[in-house]
């Protein structure tokens, strides 16, 4: 019903996180010279995730009528007891899907950081052979 406010809620929210952590890392990048991946940009592809994944949601709940132009846009919130539902819905699978997705990234992340590592080690390791 509203499953996909949590993971939009949470896509708002970094979304903002990730403008002012790119701000900062464009003052610093005069100080470092480094060619490692931004966290920035790592946030900008959880942003992407979760953007695209709430807005599937957004649609697939619209195409079932669960969605309505006019207040109060969900259906469930015209009545309590589905009400009661919407919001159980968003704890558990609202709430599981944005820790999955996330717990994606995390992994996605580690892996691009140990790859620029050991291309960075291997680009070392050429210059002193030559």
């Known amino acids: 019903m509203a499953c ?3 993971p939009a809620t949470e ?3 970094t979304t903002v996180a990730q403008k002012v952590i790119k701000k900062k890392e ?4 005069s ?3 480094e060619t490692k991946l931004r ?3 790592k946030l900008k592809w959880l942003n992407g995730m979760l953007w695209g994944g709430s807005g599937l949601l ?3 709940h619209l195409w079932h009528g669960e969605i309505t132009p006019f207040f109060p846009f969900l259906t469930a919130a015209n009545d309590p007891a ?3 539902e919407m919001l159980h819905e968003m704890a558990t699978s609202g709430s599981a899907m944005a820790i ?11 892996a691009a950081d140990k790859i620029t590592t050991a291309q960075k080690n291997e680009k070392k390791k050429a210059g002193a052979e030559v």
């Open 31 to 33: 100080k470092s010279g």
């Open 100 to 110: 999955l997705v996330t717990a994606v990234w995390a992994v996605v992340a580690l």
């Open 26 to 29: 464009g003052k610093n990048d």
């Open 58 to 60: 957004a649609f697939e």
């Open 4 to 6: 996909f406010i949590v």
């Open 11 to 13: 896509a708002i929210i």
């Open 82 to 84: 589905d009400t009661a």
């Open 39 to 41: 966290f920035s940009e």
